[in-house]
């Protein structure tokens, strides 16, 4: 079997979503959704977006996750409900708890325009040494590095240089790929 580089599965920087450090959320989801619109390489589309300072290097990521988390109602009462859970309150307890305070609660009819306003400076997760992996890793560093951080994607180098993204949906796809080709070439060793 062909040893599988990062390299040969990274999305390249140039076709990734991308804004600077100043940019407003709603920026930020546009951006995005023009690179899904793009990228045509992968049936799997982008998740994220990355944030650049003003001299083009990788400073955070935003994800679908932490859009979503932007929107969510952030009042004293919604965190006390949301802390429960330290107390033994199961996820659904919490979320029912979440529920029935938020219909008792005036609606925010403008949320989304106050959210769009937002900076992706304050939502925007900053990698971790975790995160990153050199563009001639191996796929079973790879692999190795996805799970034990738990990571939708890495942050692909060459020297200091951010190169590329490696997502976890192409590293699956390519892991799913060679399963299938070798267990293929085992069901013609058997039968032949």
């Known amino acids: 079997m062909k040893k599988i580089l990062v390299n040969e599965l990274m999305v390249p920087i140039s076709e990734y979503a991308t804004v600077l450090e100043g940019a407003t959320l709603y920026e930020a989801v546009m951006e995005l959704e023009k690179a899904q619109e793009a990228y045509k390489k ?92 050199n563009e001639k890793a191996s796929l079973n560093t790879a692999i190795h590095q996805l799970t034990a951080g738990s990571n939708l994607s890495l942050l692909v180098t060459r020297g200091e240089a951010i190169v590329g993204v490696l997502r976890l949906s192409d590293v699956f796809a390519a892991t799913f790929y060679s399963m299938k080709n070798s267990d293929s070439q085992l069901s013609e060793k058997a039968a032949g």
């Open 42 to 133: 992968s049936k799997y589309s982008h998740r994220g977006v990355l944030v650049l300072n003003n001299k083009g290097r990788v400073i955070g990521k935003i994800s679908q996750m932490d859009f979503l988390f932007a929107i969510e109602p952030k009042d004293a009462n919604l965190i006390q409900i949301r802390e429960n859970r330290r107390f033994g309150f199961t996820r659904k307890a919490v979320a029912l708890q979440q529920e029935e305070y938020l219909k008792l609660s005036p609606p925010n009819t403008d949320v989304y325009t106050l959210v769009s306003k937002m900076s992706v400076i304050d939502y925007m997760q900053t990698p971790t040494e975790g995160e990153y992996v």
